[in-house]
C-alpha cells in the first residue's frame, strides 16, 4: 500500500506501464470482494469513459478516414491517404512552419525566465514575502486563457497601450509596431502573450525543486569562497536537473498546440494574412469551419503534430537524463 | 544567526546623527536582501504589467484616454467603466449567469464524484480495482488527435451540444487529475476510525458520508480550485459546443465583445478601451478572488507531484 501511494502523479509512462501489467495480472485471481466499490467508481468512471477514453479512441480512429462531417454517413477508411495528402498541402507546411516558429520563440524564454524568477524568489528567506513573491508568480496562470490574451494585446495596443507610447515617447524610437496586427510580428507576439500566461507554472515547479536542495551545501560552499555565480552553475544548476527536465519537456509539448487558442481568441482565425495559422488553427478551421467538414483530415494533422510533439519531448528526455553535467 | 538583530558598535549619543548613522549600518547589514526586493519588485511589476495597464485603463475615463501622455496610474479614476458593463453592456449580465451555471454544477459534480471514486480506489478492496486504476492512469499518455471532433459528435448523439447542462456534464469527464488527487487524500488518512465505525455497525456509505468525507476536505478544497479555475476560464471546448450568443460564457462572451460602434466616439462618456479592460477584469474576478483566497493549497499540490 505505502508503495503505491508514491507513484500515482506523474511518475513516467514506464512505471505506469508496469503497474499496470501487475494490476492486469492480479485481477484474474482477485475475490470480488467489497461491491460498494464498483458503485463508488461508478459515476466518476462514467463520466470518464464517454466524455475521455470514448473521444481519444473515436479521434485516433478518425485520423485514418476521409470523415466528412458535412456529407451524411460519409466516413471511408482510408489508412494513411491522409498523411500523404498532407504532404503535398501547401497550407499545411505553410502551417508546420508557423507552429514551429511559435515554438522556436516559446520555449527559451519559457524555461529561462522562470529559472531567473525562481532563483531569486527561493533567495527570500521571509515566508510571508516569498508567498507574496509566489503569488504573483502564479497569478497569470488562472486568469481564463481569453482574458490573459485580451490583457496582453491591451498592453500592446498600438494605439492606446502603455508599450508603444514607452517605445515611441519615452525611449524616443519613433516607432509604433502593430504587434498583434502585423503578419511579420504576429508569430512572436502571441508566443509573448502565450508564455507571459503559462510561465508561472514553469516559476512554481522549479521553486518547488530548489526548495529540495539543501541549504548546507550553499553554506559550505561559501566558506570555500565559491562566488555565487559557482554556486549556481555547480550547486544549484546540476541539483535542480531532474525537475529542469520536467520543465523542459513540458515545454517543449507545446508544439502540439502551438498558440491555437490564442490565435481563436484573437483573430477567430488565422488573423492578418494567416500569419497566426499554425497547425492546430489550420486543423480547427479545416474541421469546422471549411468546405465539408474534413474531420478525417483535421484528426490527421493533429496526430501527425502530436507525434512530432512527444518524439520531441522524449528525444529531450533522453538528452537531458544521459548528459552528464560539466 | 538571523539577520533582524541589528548590532550597533559605539557608543549612541542621540539626536539625529545617530539615527541616521543607525539606518545606514541598518542599510549596509541588509544590503543582500534590500537589493534583493528591489529587483524582484521591479521584476514583478514588469512582468504584472499587462494586469496593472489594465487596471488602469478600466479606471480612466474618455479625456484621459485620449490624453497625449497616457500614464500607468489614472490621474482621476472612474468607476463609469465598470458601471457601464453592468448596467448596459449588452450579453454581459447573461454570461456572467452561464459561467456561473457551468462552472457550478461541473464544479459540484466533479468533487463529488471523484471523492467516491478516489475513496473506493484508495480503501475498498474489489476485483479489479488496480486494474481500472491504472488504466486510467496510462490513457493520460496518449495524444488526443480528433478530441474536439469526437466531443462533437457525442455531444450531438447525446442531444447535448449546444447545452449549458451538456457542457458542465462535458467538463466532468476531465476527472482523471481529481481522483488521483482524491486517491491520495484518502491514502493519507489514518485507518482507526474507519474501523471503528464498522464495528460500531455503520455500513459502507455511512461510513464513507459520516467518517471518511468529512476527513478529506483538504483534498477536495484542492479539487474544487483547480475544476474551478479550468472551467471558468475553458475557451476552445466551449467555442467548439456552443453557437448560441445567448449562451456563451464570459471566457467565450467576452472574445466577442462587439464596442467597436461610431457611436462610441461622440455619444459616450466611456470609451471602448477602457470598456473592454473593466470587462475583462470583471471576467477573470472570480478566479483571482478563488486563487488568492485559496493559494496555499498550490503550493502544496504541487509540491506533492500534480501538475496543473
Not at chain 1, 2 to 21: C, H, I, K, T
Not at chain 1, 104 to 116: D, N
Not at chain 1, 298 to 312: P, S
Not at chain 2, 26 to 53: C, M, N, Q, S, Y
Amino acid at each position: 500500500m505505502a508503495q503505491m501511494q508514491r507513484d500515482s502523479g506523474d511518475s513516467g509512462l514506464d512505471s505506469a506501464w508496469s503497474n499496470w501489467r501487475g494490476a492486469y495480472a492480479s485481477a484474474r485471481h482477485e475475490t470480488w470482494g467489497d461491491l460498494w466499490g464498483y458503485v463508488f467508481i461508478f459515476p466518476a468512471v462514467a463520466m470518464f469513459v464517454l466524455f475521455g477514453s470514448w473521444p481519444l479512441l473515436r479521434g485516433l480512429s478518425m485520423a485514418f478516414t476521409d470523415y466528412r462531417y458535412a456529407l451524411p454517413d460519409y466516413q471511408p477508411f482510408v489508412g494513411f491517404l491522409n498523411f500523404a495528402e498532407m504532404a503535398g498541402d501547401e497550407r499545411f507546411w505553410q502551417a508546420a512552419v508557423h507552429s514551429l516558429l511559435f515554438t522556436l520563440y516559446y520555449v527559451p524564454p519559457i524555461i529561462l525566465l522562470p529559472l531567473g524568477l525562481a532563483v531569486l524568489i527561493a533567495r527570500v528567506r521571509q515566508p510571508q514575502w516569498s508567498a507574496i513573491y509566489r503569488v504573483c508568480a502564479y497569478l497569470p496562470v488562472v486568469l481564463p486563457i481569453s482574458v490573459a490574451v485580451l490583457l496582453f494585446a491591451e498592453l500592446f495596443h498600438s494605439q492606446f497601450g502603455y508599450i508603444n507610447y514607452f517605445l515611441d515617447k519615452v525611449l524616443r524610437l519613433g516607432i509604433k509596431p502593430a504587434w498583434f496586427g502585423d503578419p511579420a510580428l504576429i508569430l512572436p507576439s502571441l508566443a509573448a502573450a502565450s508564455v507571459w500566461k503559462h510561465m508561472g507554472t514553469n516559476t512554481l515547479l522549479l521553486l518547488v525543486g530548489l526548495y529540495s536542495i539543501n541549504g548546507e551545501l550553499y553554506e559550505a560552499a561559501s566558506i570555500d569562497g565559491a562566488g555565487a555565480w559557482r554556486q549556481f552553475w555547480h550547486i544549484t544548476l546540476p541539483l535542480l536537473k531532474p525537475m529542469l527536465t520536467v520543465v523542459v519537456v513540458l515545454s517543449v509539448e507545446v508544439l502540439a498546440y502551438s498558440g491555437t487558442q490564442e490565435a481563436l481568441v484573437l483573430f477567430k482565425g488565422g488573423g492578418p494574412e494567416d500569419a497566426a495559422q499554425t497547425v492546430g488553427v489550420y486543423a480547427y478551421q479545416t474541421a469546422f469551419k471549411m468546405g465539408d467538414l474534413r474531420w478525417g483530415y483535421a484528426a490527421a494533422m493533429n496526430l501527425a503534430l502530436g507525434v512530432v510533439a512527444m518524439v520531441l519531448a522524449g528525444l529531450m528526455f533522453r538528452a537531458l537524463r544521459s548528459e552528464r553535467y560539466l | 544567526m538571523s539577520h533582524s538583530d541589528v548590532v550597533v558598535h559605539g557608543p549612541i549619543t542621540g539626536g539625529r546623527r545617530s539615527a541616521i548613522a543607525r539606518t545606514v549600518v541598518w542599510i549596509r547589514h541588509h544590503r543582500g536582501r534590500i537589493l534583493l526586493h528591489t529587483i524582484l519588485f521591479i521584476a514583478l511589476l514588469i512582468f504584472l504589467l499587462p494586469i496593472v495597464w489594465t487596471v488602469s485603463a478600466s479606471l480612466k475615463g474618455r479625456t484621459e484616454l485620449f490624453l497625449p501622455v497616457p500614464s500607468l496610474f489614472p490621474v482621476q479614476p472612474t468607476l463609469d467603466n465598470y458601471v457601464y458593463v453592468l448596467t448596459r453592456l449588452k450579453g454581459f449580465p447573461g454570461y456572467f449567469g452561464n459561467s456561473v451555471l457551468v462552472t457550478g454544477l461541473a464544479v459540484t459534480l466533479t468533487v463529488l464524484f471523484s471523492t467516491l471514486a478516489g475513496y473506493a480506489f484508495a480503501r475498498l478492496k474489489f476485483r479489479g480495482r488496480d486494474l481500472i486504476y491504472y488504466t486510467l492512469v496510462l490513457q493520460t499518455f496518449i495524444p488526443r488527435a480528433g478530441g474536439l471532433m469526437a466531443l462533437y459528435e457525442v455531444m450531438q448523439s447525446l442531444g447535448l451540444r449546444d447545452n449549458l447542462l451538456g457542457l458542465a456534464l462535458l467538463f466532468v469527464g476531465n476527472i482523471g487529475v481529481p481522483i488521483f488527487i482524491m486517491r491520495q487524500t484518502f491514502f493519507n488518512l489514518p485507518g482507526e476510525f474507519e474501523d471503528a465505525a464498522q464495528i460500531d455497525g455503520a455500513n459502507r456509505w455511512q461510513t464513507f458520508v459520516r467518517v471518511m468525507a468529512p476527513m478529506a476536505t483538504s483534498g477536495m478544497i484542492l479539487v474544487a480550485t483547480f475544476a474551478f479555475i479550468y472551467i471558468w476560464g475553458e475557451f476552445l471546448i466551449t467555442l467548439t459546443m456552443i453557437d448560441d450568443p445567448d449562451k456563451f460564457t464570459l471566457a467565450l462572451g467576452i472574445a466577442n465583445l462587439n464596442l467597436n460602434n461610431a457611436s462610441w466616439q461622440t455619444d459616450s462618456e466611456v470609451l471602448p478601451y477602457g470598456t473592454q479592460a473593466a470587462a475583462y477584469l470583471l471576467a477573470a474576478l472570480p478566479t483571482l478572488v478563488v486563487f488568492i483566497a485559496l493559494q496555499k493549497w498550490f503550493v502544496r499540490g504541487m509540491a506533492e507531484g500534480l501538475k496543473f
